[in-house]
């Protein structure tokens, strides 16, 4: 068997096949009969109830830059093509290079993640170095180090090359970690949990896969140098060294750094700076392949206070009377606090190893499997003498980490008339939660903190075993039944009397580990079913339910079990999806068309929501019950070959069924933070001037308005932020070099304007409390407004 074909075979066990049956087998019944029986397997129906309105999400869109079929032998890279999606019963979206790149040559993973429907991005910086607060159809995922409460934070799950990089115990990404968006191939969205074998732990509102470039079959090399305002400078490259002997190997890398457009009036420019690196190697060998990758990235930032919108009496630039009032209104749109009165260092970095297998043990029979370990860190490093009173928590050293390894092994059959795929994962986890508050001139070190501090620690075991069958009784018709059995194990143990053992001596009821240790394992059962319906050869009808559940987010200032009794029921959530593809391939005009139209409708329960002061102490928590419903578009063309064309929008309403804190309800009020629409569209074209490829660009990005967060009681409210959009400009020429130089074929230069009117918008708000920034500024809005224009120029070689 050749190394094509092995490979072939595999993608076929790995689910993407074309199954052919009549008769659903005796397996499929009974997952068909967990799926519309739940009770009678076992499964937990919690408070869920039948939509009102159906609903589904997005699917997928391609980039014409980025052909799988010359990278060898992954799954990941193959889920990135049109045809793939089209065949797909689950809701998807696909962001290819041209769509990336709309981000800018310094944007990161979020920013690229904001050009998806139904995608709202919120941070304070606009590089891959600074942390995001994403949303996918509503539900959240990372955290900018925004106010208020989290609402369905860590619902989102994330992979990288398919190895999941959410930490279990917060159930948080930062988007940080992957700061670098020119080593991505690109970036894969599942709206919904999707299926039982991609599955992970958090998937209730959907899946982020980043794609990295993979080892291909020819040798090559690409490099690209960046600079733009704010003295913003970037290099990313990769060296392939194609097929020898069956191996094949990518090195890529990238790394960063820029001030920010928030300067301070003693001449700080919050800096920030990224790094990424990853190395593949593949062998391919009879019937299968075997590959090692390892992958190590850190993002780090200045995180600059968030602005009122108009004065307010006693919040001044350094909080002490007598000096300039500090709002948006007065001392500038952009302005922000002087690094000696209030900074925050903000960083985080993960690196993983991983290796993957995949054999072909007979015509019938595949096996794989895939075994991880990864590990990340955070370090928010913060001076707060707002006010000028020396306080007692004057400094915050908070490290946290967090290390996973895991395993995950399946099997798959291409049957007849059914594509079957069974197996399972396991995966052991340990996040330390250690911070320390404190003032040298009390005597306080981040060693022996003199004011808070805690370093408790979660051990958790995460157990998962699958079974789907893709089933085809007609051609054109295929149906996924699938279910999943899962157990999560938590043991916590307060350590802070050990490993602040000289603060506990002195300040015991400062730790804000305050309960013994603890353990909970819940067992639940999670159907699944979708459909793909093909009448005609460009059209298809899909749709998918599912249930999933997750552990809430641990950690932080206090919360589940380090100041409230680890009593409580796993977040759950039912997603409903459908809606109608079109595909179309070297059709007159509509030459690699791809357009989905989709609803969803996902019923949130049993959601714990903590709730923690400006310092990031643990205050209280409500519990919620909410409903997301909408519509997703997205359509893309390469209308002339040379003029490539997309659009995506979102519509959405998200409201609470259910929301109480303090005994006080705020039921059916919107969820806080998600925007009602969203819309991008952009065209380029390409044609070629005295020799030189050239690609114009014009694409627009709109972000409607969305309802805040009160901080001040601790709960959504109707308060809205208004809407805001950008207008875009870039220019790409390519430079052949027909020998010149050897190895080297081409040159390109580019240049990308963003926000080219210089719009002044706010991409995040609140309702503070007033503990930020005193005064009076309890009930008042706080912002962080978006980038100003930005201009960017590059240059790269290809060899």
């Given at each position: 068997?050749s190394n094509r074909n092995t490979i072939a075979t595999l993608r076929t066990h790995a689910g993407h096949g074309v199954p052919r049956s009549l008769t659903p087998s005796p397996l499929v019944l009974a997952l068909m009969g967990a799926m519309f029986c739940p009770a009678a397997f076992g499964a937990d129906l919690g408070s869920a109830t039948a939509p009102t309105q159906s609903a589904a999400v997005s699917v997928g869109e391609v980039s014409a830059a980025a052909a799988a079929e010359s990278y060898l032998g992954s799954a990941q890279a193959q889920s990135l093509t049109q045809k793939h999606n089209f065949n797909s019963g689950q809701s998807i979206k696909v962001l290819g290079k041209e769509q990336i790149a709309a981000a800018g040559p310094l944007g990161g993973s979020a920013q690229a993640l904001s050009y998806a429907p139904g995608v709202g991005v919120s941070s304070y910086g606009n590089t891959g170095a600074t942390k995001n607060s994403i949303s996918i159809n509503g539900i ?660």
């Amino acid at each position: 068997m050749s190394n094509r074909n092995t490979i072939a075979t595999l993608r076929t066990h790995a689910g993407h096949g074309v199954p052919r049956s009549l008769t659903p087998s005796p397996l499929v019944l009974a997952l068909m009969g967990a799926m519309f029986c739940p009770a009678a397997f076992g499964a937990d129906l919690g408070s869920a109830t039948a939509p009102t309105q159906s609903a589904a999400v997005s699917v997928g869109e391609v980039s014409a830059a980025a052909a799988a079929e010359s990278y060898l032998g992954s799954a990941q890279a193959q889920s990135l093509t049109q045809k793939h999606n089209f065949n797909s019963g689950q809701s998807i979206k696909v962001l290819g290079k041209e769509q990336i790149a709309a981000a800018g040559p310094l944007g990161g993973s979020a920013q690229a993640l904001s050009y998806a429907p139904g995608v709202g991005v919120s941070s304070y910086g606009n590089t891959g170095a600074t942390k995001n607060s994403i949303s996918i159809n509503g539900i959240k995922q990372g955290w900018g180090g925004f106010s208020g409460g989290q609402i369905d934070d860590g619902s989102l799950s994330v992979t990288f090359d398919g190895v999941p990089m959410v930490d279990p115990g917060t159930g948080l990404w930062e988007s940080p970690q992957v700061p670098q968006t020119g080593i991505l191939q690109g970036i894969n969205i599942t709206y919904g949990p999707g299926n039982p074998e991609n599955r992970w732990y958090n998937n209730i509102g959907g899946q982020i896969d980043f794609v990295p470039l993979q080892p291909t079959a020819k040798p090559g090399g690409d490099i690209k140098l960046t600079y733009g305002n704010y003295d913003s400078k970037n290099i990313v490259f990769n060296i392939r060294t194609g097929s020898i002997d069956g191996w094949s190997t990518i090195i890529a890398g990238g790394a960063g750094s820029s001030q920010s457009y928030r300067q301070s009036p003693d001449g700080f420019n919050n800096p920030s700076y990224s790094y990424a690196w990853f190395l593949k190697t593949r062998k391919t060998f009879s019937n299968g392949d075997f590959s090692v990758g390892a992958y190590l990235a850190k993002g780090s930032g200045y995180r600059p206070v968030p602005i009122p919108l108009n004065p307010i009496n006693g919040v001044t630039l350094t909080g002490a009377a007598g000096s300039p009032l500090y709002s948006q209104a007065t001392t500038g749109f952009y302005s922000s606090l002087p690094k000696g009165i209030w900074y925050k260092q903000d960083s985080n970095s993960t690196w993983l190893v991983y290796s993957k297998l995949n054999v072909a043990l007979d015509k019938t029979w595949g096996l794989h499997n895939m075994v991880w370990y990864r590990y990340g860190h955070r370090l928010h490093f913060h001076y707060n003498n707002y006010g000028l009173g020396n306080p007692s928590n004057l400094y915050e050293y908070n490290n946290p980490h967090d290390s996973v390894y895991g395993d995950k092994l399946w099997l798959s059959a291409k049957l007849p008339y059914n594509d079957v795929s069974f197996g399972g994962y396991f995966l052991t986890s340990r996040y330390n939660t250690r911070n320390a508050f404190y003032n040298p001139a009390d005597g306080g070190t981040r060693f022996v903190p003199d004011a808070h501090y805690r370093s408790d620690y979660f051990d958790q075991t995460f157990l998962a075993a699958f079974l789907q069958d893709r089933i085809s009784p007609l051609s054109n018709l295929h149906i996924t039944p699938g279910i999943r059995f899962i157990n999560l194990q938590t043991h916590y143990t307060p350590a802070g009397q050990t490993d602040f053992a000289q603060a506990y001596a002195l300040y015991p009821k400062n730790d804000q580990g305050q309960l013994p240790a603890a353990n909970t394992s819940f067992t639940k059962v999670e159907p699944s079913v979708d459909f793909n319906w093909q009448p005609l050869h460009w059209l298809a009808v899909f749709a998918s339910y599912a249930q999933a559940y997750k552990e809430p987010q641990f950690g932080g200032g206090g919360g589940l079990f380090q100041k409230k009794a680890p009593i409580y029921n796993l977040e759950k959530g039912a997603d409903y999806n459908a809606g109608v593809k079109v595909h179309f391939d070297n059709a007159p005009y509509l030459h690699h068309f791809l357009a989905t139209a989709s609803f969803y409708h996902l019923h949130y329960t049993n959601q714990y929501i903590p709730l923690y002061d400006a310092n990031g102490n643990y205050i209280g928590d409500a519990n919620g019950d909410s409903i997301y419903q909408g519509v997703n578009i997205a359509i893309e063309d390469d209308i002339l070959y040379n003029l490539h064309v997309f659009a995506n929008a979102n519509f959405e309403k998200a409201t609470f069924d259910h929301y109480v804190t303090s005994g006080v309800s705020y039921d059916g009020l919107p969820v806080s933070n998600v925007p009602n629409k969203t819309f991008n569209i952009g065209a380029s074209y390409r044609y070629y001037l005295s020799g030189i490829l050239l690609k114009p660009s014009l694409w627009y990005q709109y972000v409607g308005a969305q309802s805040l967060f009160d901080n001040n009681a601790g709960a959504p409210s109707t308060t809205k932020m208004p809407g805001y959009g950008t207008v875009n400009l870039g220019l790409h020429g390519t430079v052949p070099m027909q020998g010149s130089v050897p190895m080297l074929k081409t040159v390109d230069f580019s240049v990308d304007i963003l926000n080219i009117a210089n719009n002044h918008y706010n991409e995040f708000e609140y309702i503070t409390g007033g503990g930020l920034l005193g005064g009076d500024s309890a009930g008042q809005i706080l912002a962080l407004p978006g980038a100003p224009l930005t201009v960017y120029g590059s240059i790269s070689a290809h060899f």
